[in-house]
């Protein structure tokens, strides 16, 4: 209730897709994979499979915080 009440009903995001959003937006900073995986609560600096799901290699996030103009994924 509280979720539609304050984001509407045509919301759908869900918590897996802040945590990408935010290990791609880590990763864009230079976060070390340590630190990055002490504040997810995992392993993710040393599993693969958690590696593949929360930073997938996508052509369109290959360079993008080194484009002109740009200091992070976010940018």
Same mark, same amino acid.
Request: charged residues 25%; glycine residues 12%; without cysteine.
């Given at each position: 209730?509280?979720? +539609?009440?304050e984001? %509407?009903?045509?919301?759908?995001?869900k918590?897996?897709d802040?945590?990408? /959003? =935010?290990? $791609?937006?880590?990763l864009?900073g230079k976060?070390? *994979?340590?630190?990055m995986?002490? #504040?997810m609560g995992?392993t $993710?600096?040393e599993?693969? +499979? @958690?590696q #593949?799901?929360y @930073? *997938?290699?996508r =052509?369109r996030w /290959? %360079?993008? /915080?080194t484009? *002109? %103009?740009? /200091?992070?994924a %976010?940018?």
């Open positions: 209730m509280v979720r +539609t009440a984001f %509407g009903v045509g919301e759908t995001r918590l897996m802040n945590r990408r /959003s =935010s290990s $791609i937006e880590a864009a976060v070390d *994979p340590g630190a995986a002490a #504040k995992n $993710i600096d599993s693969r +499979t @958690l #593949k799901t @930073l *997938p290699r =052509s /290959s %360079g993008w /915080s484009r *002109p %103009g740009r /200091s992070g %976010g940018d």
